[in-house]
């Protein structure tokens, strides 16, 4: 399948985002091992969400989460204390990525698991049982997921459970993210200094919990805004009029809040250095472009890595040399994200080069674009989304297989059509 995709001539949208992957999954873990009965509100309706909930639903022996990497970490750790024999599969890129940091840490604990391939990779087999250990030393520059899934179990333990982590610690938002809903469902675990957490063993209360929308998914939309400046540049004779008629280019996102668990919040903040204002409103936020954008944006991403393709795209396009660090992680993604965002810029007429597997930088090279094959999406849903904003500085661009936006935000593509967005098949 392929969506050719082009760009409207004037944009004001109010959207309704899809709520958050990372806070649902979480909520489902936490409501499971909570054994009550109020099930989180506003889950996220994404495929890492409807496996979530399958695998949950009545404890099948054989579970298979297709391409969900949350949903493996966090089952990994929550079947090690349930009772029963399961075995835990994905699609062939989910055996590809490595789990051996995570199961080696739950056999630390007690934790029953074989692999049933590949060392170190999924598929697993996993046998329920009390875990007596209560301490973990973790390096902290692994997957925050590993890190999340383990202090989720943690209050389950007959002791609770000590989790050291040694060196740089990235993505410490997300960790943040799972403190706090642990909170929300009643555990105590906190920071005791700054490279260990103490999880209190106690449990979880049924509660009742509202799902906030997805800050990742609105970065797709402050991208829009931002390169919606490109169309109008080349349209400038008409655009004084239509302004007077329609005012400028705004977008209203629905279900955000202005005090967000979600680490991902701080891409408004780095947005607003490529021109574009935050205004909270009683129902989400309202954007609008303002200003001038920095000559030159430098980032450190090490929280906020499922942004980097919305920003990466986004700095090429505006034509905004860029130096962002602490990407190490994009490699064990749903593909390898790097390699990804090179290839494809490379297919836009961008040259974006790599150092270290953990940064990706733009210093203005250029190169001559062929899109004749369009753009491929690797089986990774933030490829697609990150990349269908780009026909703002074409007539029109091709996605491939664009219906991997499934993963996370469904409706993505829905929504761009209620924006005034030409999509097509084909």
Not at 38 to 53: A, Y
Not at 211 to 217: G, P
């Amino acid at each position: 399948m392929q969506y050719t995709v082009s760009a409207p001539a004037h944009l004001h949208a109010v959207i309704q985002l899809p709520a958050s992957k990372s806070i649902s999954n979480r909520a489902l873990i936490l409501h499971a091992l909570s054994h009550g009965h109020t099930v989180p509100s506003n889950l996220s309706d994404c495929d890492d969400t409807h496996v979530m909930i399958r695998a949950l639903d009545g404890n099948p022996e054989h579970i298979d989460i297709m391409a969900a990497g949350t949903a493996m970490r966090f089952l990994t750790a929550y079947l090690s204390v349930t009772p029963g024999t399961r075995i835990i599969t994905g699609t062939e890129r989910m055996q590809q990525r490595p789990i051996r940091i995570l199961v080696d840490a739950l056999r630390t604990l007690g934790a029953q698991i074989e692999y049933v391939g590949k060392e170190g990779f999924p598929p697993l087999r996993i046998t329920g049982t009390t875990l007596k250990g209560e301490e973990i030393e973790l390096a902290g520059n692994v997957s925050s997921q590993y890190i999340s899934a383990l202090l989720m179990i943690g209050a389950t333990l007959p002791n609770g459970l000590r989790l050291h982590l040694t060196g740089d610690i990235i993505s410490r938002p997300y960790i943040n993210l799972t403190l706090k809903l642990m909170h929300d469902f009643g555990a105590t675990a906190d920071w005791t200094s700054a490279n260990s957490i103490s999880v209190q063993p106690g449990g979880y209360r049924d509660v009742p919990f509202l799902v906030e929308s997805d800050w990742s998914a609105a970065s797709y939309w402050y991208q829009i805004l931002a390169l919606s400046a490109l169309k109008e540049g080349k349209e400038n004779a008409e655009k004084d009029a239509e302004e007077k008629e329609q005012g400028p280019a705004s977008i209203e996102l629905l279900g955000l809040f202005p005090r967000s668990y979600q680490g991902d919040s701080r891409g408004a903040e780095i947005f607003s250095r490529l021109g574009i204002r935050t205004e909270y409103t009683d129902r989400g936020v309202r954007l609008t472009r303002m200003g001038i954008p920095v000559a030159r944006l430098i980032e450190d991403m090490v929280d906020i890595p499922d942004l980097a393709q919305t920003f990466v795209v986004t700095c090429c396009l505006l034509n905004i040399p860029f130096r962002f660090t602490g990407l190490q992680s994009l490699k064990i993604k749903e593909t390898d994200r790097i390699n990804a965002l090179i290839t494809e810029l490379h297919k836009l007429g961008y040259v974006v080069n790599s150092e270290q597997d953990s940064i990706l930088y733009w210093n203005g090279e250029r190169c001559p674009a062929d899109l004749s094959a369009g753009i491929d999406t690797y089986e990774d849903h933030r490829m697609a989304m990150a990349f269908a904003p780009a026909c703002f500085a074409l007539p029109e661009i091709r996605i491939n297989n664009p219906q991997v936006v499934s993963k996370s935000y469904p409706a993505y593509w829905e929504n761009l059509l209620e924006a005034g967005f030409r999509v097509v098949n084909g």
